[in-house]
Every structure is written in C-alpha cells, then in structure tokens.
C-alpha cells in the first residue's frame, strides 16, 4: 500500500501551489494530529542509536518532503540506496521505516528472522478493504492469521497441484480467450481486456465456481468494483499514514467503500448459497473447501479440557471465509493478468524468444493435443520465460510493508519492536552484483552450463518465509498454462511500423505495463482458437 502511496505524494501533498480551502485543511489536520500525538505519544518506536543510515526528517511529515519527484518508489529506493546503502531508514510521516534493497538483509527479514518480521502495519484502505485483517495479506501475524492460513493453503492444494481441476478451469477458459484474440483480426488491438477477462474468469470457476460467457452482466460488475477498488486504493493513500485523516471528507474512499459493498453483496450471496447447497462430497470451489474447513478445523479443536471462550476468541468466521474469497479473487486476478501482459510485452521486443518457446512447445507437445501439467518438466525453457518476466517486472516491486514483532537486528543493527520494513524487490532483482546486465530480458539466465533449471537466491517474486505469497504454487501452475497454450496455438507481433511497447510501467496497485497492441495469428491447425 504505501509504494502506491508514495507514488501518490509528490503531485498531492507537497504541491506549494495549494488552495486556500487545502491550507486550512492542512492546518487544522496538523492541529487535530499534535493533539493525538501529545496525547498518545510518539506513535513510532525510535531509531535505535548509532543504527541505519537514515534521511533526513522533519516533525509530522517526517521524510515526505525527501522523497518527491517523479520516480515510483521502487526506483526512488534504489537511487537513495546508491546514496546510503543497501539498508537505509526514513520516516513516513510519523513511522520509522526500514528500506531493504539487497537480498541478504531481505533473506535475514523474510527467512531468517521471518518470524520476528512477519507482522504487519494497520492501514485505514486495507482495514476498509478486509473488514479490519480478517485476510491472509494485510492482517497483521496471530495465532489466529496462523491457523486462517494453514486453511488457506490446504484448500488451495486442494485445487492446484495434485489435481486436474485448475487445468480443467484454465483450459476451457484458455479456448475462448484464443478464439477471442483470434477474431482481432489484422489490425493491431490491445490484448489485456481479453487477457483479464480469461484471467477473471478463471479465478471466478476457482473460487465460486461461477464461469461466465462474454458480456455477462455478473462479470461485468465483478470486473467493474475490482478496477473501483484498485484505482481507489491506490489513491486512498495519505490516510495510511495519517489514519486520523479519515474523519475528512475524501472522494477516494468513499468510493472505495462503495466498490466494497458491491463486492460484499455479491459475495455474500455466493456464500449463502454455498451454505445452503454444501454436502458431504468432494468441495466444489475454494468456497466450498474454506467452509468445510473452517467446520472441520474447529471440530478438530474441540477438546475436553478446552474452554468456550479461548474457542470463541479463535475461530475463523464467515468473515474470514468472505475476505479470503475477496482476496483470493483480487490477488488472483491482479498479478497473474499482469504478468502475463508484461511477459506478451517482452516477447514483443523478443521475438526470437518467442520462437524459441514455441519451437520447444512443437518439439515436446506437438499440435495435436493441449497442453497439460505434466508437459511442465519437459518444458525448461518456457519457464524460464516465465520467471525471467517475473523479475525483471515484478508484479510487486515493494513487498507489502513488514513489522517486526519484537526487538529484533537487520545486517547486525538493532530494530527496535514495532518497526516497519519496506522489502524493494525491485532492486534486488535487478541488482548488478547478482545479475548479469540486469536490464536485459534473457531467459537463459535461468538455466545453468548444462541445460538446467537453476534458481538464483535473489530471485524472489514471491517473497519468501511466513509471509510468502500463499497462491505461488497456484500462479505458477496458471501462469505456465496460460502461456503455453497461447504460444502452442498462435503469434503474436507488432502491428506494422508501430513501436515495441513501452516496458516502463506504471504503479498502481501492481506495476502494470501500459497499453499496447498487437497482431495475433493462429499457428497452423489452431485457425478456430480450439481443437
Ligand atoms: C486487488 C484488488 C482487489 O479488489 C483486492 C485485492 C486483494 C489482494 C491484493 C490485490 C487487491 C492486489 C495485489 C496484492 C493482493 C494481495 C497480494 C498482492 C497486493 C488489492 C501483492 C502483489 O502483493
């Protein structure tokens, strides 16, 4: 949240052209600010002394004003990081907040110490978002969020590996999505509507077993909040660091609050009628398996000398159960459509890669049958394309901000209880000491002397250790299903004279690539999308 955030401020806060309503505004909400500070103290544990490098600060703004400029803060971090080191600290506002930028103070946060850091800040958008942490993501680390995740994971075991469900799902899914590129046509068009239609789609089968045609109406408006939430909470930002800025009129959340009581009827309705038509058999989606977990779990639990309220305090609601469907179904959809785009994106600069995916997917799959997981070994290359894209665009380039739960030590410095840490992925897979021009879209880099799939340990799209994406297994799995079979079937290319899409980026919620168009044409035997 608060990369998005901080791309936001430049243009927002620090604008020395402000009107005079913004003025006493600003003056009245530093005032009503003094005072809850005075009355609650320092709302951020301090810097232990003689610690991190830090930038510079002001009172109540903190380093804001250190920090403008046009720059997302995945790069802006790595520029101050030049400046002062792979671990350096600022101020967001009131918060003392770590920056990690190289992969070994990230693997002493994620892994070594995962479990000192694995807490996380409250935010006013992503309490909104999941009615105060009753999420996987955004809820900070308790014995609660321990167990809500364990029933997480094993339900999406039950759809990912193992078995032939999710290939099912994004099979029948990927025929349409073919046949729908394949009707552009020769003028060039932009491919990500359709790709996040599929995506969506898929997602929907998974968690609620809905699957929609094109143009449904249901569709529509599930597509329609995701983008509300999206744009709003990536907007929403000043109050994530000043919470008491909620109590101000405030367009952004208003409208993110209207997105998620769209989001919460329809889903709603989905859980009551899972409810109602739940049985014995095999669970039907992921609604289906967090329900029947979420039962089974507490049975299980239930034992003589355990008393009703330690019971009462832990168990997993239907809250639990709704916000992890909402999550389950915004994560899903975000980060898998848009590493697909990045990666269409770069096979447009790379066409030679292209060629060489698809001479693979001949030599091993042919044209006469889909592709299936158990192509997946025999398909090295395809995955490198996949994980190649994965770093050099990384859905998240700063990881959602970390806490550190107790007094704990990054790199031998002391960090105080409390204190937020901010993970650049971005830097870290794209910094020189490790990678060989890292600048460079080459796939190889995942494959050592000998033909071999390696993974390099600064490569970690992921995250790593408690907090490590719990949907990984599943994205993957998608991700390699989507591509390959999208590359067995046709071609993509620039449309004539027009230039290779831009691989900057923007910050939104997930770094997205901007729009760009292309030509697809059918490989030979795929003219109708299907067999
Ligand atoms: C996307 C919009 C949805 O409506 C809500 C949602 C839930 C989970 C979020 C996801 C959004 C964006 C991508 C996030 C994901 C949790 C993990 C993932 C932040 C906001 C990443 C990339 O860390």
């Known amino acids: 949240m608060l990369t998005r955030l901080l791309s936001s401020l430049p243009s927002s806060v620090i604008s020395l052209s402000l009107p005079p309503s913004f003025l006493v505004f600003i003056v009245v909400a530093l005032l009503l600010f003094l005072l809850i500070w005075l009355r609650s103290g320092p709302p951020s544990p301090s810097p232990p002394r003689g610690s991190v490098p830090c930038l510079p ?22 520029q101050l990081a030049h400046r002062y080191g792979p671990l350096f600290a600022l101020y967001l506002g009131p918060h003392y907040t770590l920056v990690v930028n190289d992969h070994q103070h990230a693997r ?75 009707s552009g046509g020769h003028r060039g068009f932009d491919p990500s509507p359709a ?138 959809v975000e980060t898998t459509s848009t590493t697909l785009l990045w990666i269409l994106a770069y096979l447009l600069h790379h066409p030679e890669v292209q060629e060489r995916v698809q001479k693979e997917l001949d030599e091993h799959v042919g044209g006469e049958r889909a592709v299936s997981v158990s192509d997946r070994s025999r398909l090295p290359y395809l995955d490198c394309v996949i994980n190649e894209g994965m770093r050099i665009r990384p859905v998240s380039p700063v990881l959602i901000p970390h806490t550190a739960m107790t007094d704990s030590s990054i790199g031998g410095h002391s960090v105080s209880r409390g204190t937020r840490v901010l ?79 831009n691989l900057q980026g923007r910050l939104g919620v997930v770094l997205q690539p901007l729009p760009y168009k292309v030509i697809v044409t059918a490989r030979a035997g795929w003219e109708g999308g299907a067999k």
């Open 108 to 182: 002493e946060v994620l892994l070594q110490r995962g479990g000192q850091f694995a807490g996380r800040p409250s935010m006013v958008t992503t309490d909104l978002l999941t009615r105060g942490g009753k999420d996987i993501a955004f809820s900070d680390h308790t014995p609660l969020w321990k167990s809500h995740r364990r029933l997480v994971h094993n339900s999406f075991t039950l759809f990912g590996e193992g078995t032939s469900r999710l290939q099912d799902i994004v099979l029948s899914s990927v025929d349409a999505l073919c046949a729908e590129l394949l």
């Open 57 to 78: 600060r002001l009172p109540v703004v903190g380093s804001l004003p250190w920090l403008r400029g046009d720059a997302p803060p995945h790069l802006l971090f790595t």
């Open 423 to 501: 993970v650049n992925m971005w830097s870290i897979h794209h910094d020189p000491k490790h990678w060989d021009k890292p600048d460079l879209f080459n796939p190889d880099r995942f494959l050592d002397d000998r033909g071999r799939r390696v993974t390099p340990p600064c490569f970690l799209p992921f995250g790593a250790g408690p907090r490590v994406c719990v949907g990984e297994s599943l994205a993957r799995l998608e991700l390699f299903l989507f591509l390959s079979s999208l590359l067995q079937r046709m071609s993509f290319r620039l449309p004539d004279g027009a230039p290779p899409p």
């Open 195 to 332: 790709v996040t239609r599929a995506v969506t789609n898929v997602v929907c089968t998974l968690v609620f077993s809905a699957s929609y045609r094109h143009g449904d109406a249901e569709l529509q408006e599930v597509m329609r909040y995701n983008d509300g939430i999206v744009q709003t909470i990536a907007r929403g930002g000043l109050v994530d660091i000043y919470p008491w800025m909620k109590v101000f009129p405030n367009r952004s959340l208003r409208k993110l609050k209207e997105c998620i009581a769209v989001r919460d009827r329809l889903l709603s309705r989905k859980l009551e009628e899972h409810k109602a038509s739940l049985s014995d058999g095999d669970p039907r989606d992921l609604l289906d398996a967090l329900l029947k977990g979420k039962t089974d779990s507490r049975r299980g639990r239930r034992s003589p000398g355990s008393g009703e309220e330690e019971e009462e305090e832990e168990r997993i609601t239907d809250d639990h159960v709704l916000m992890t469907a909402a999550e389950a179904f915004g994560a899903g």
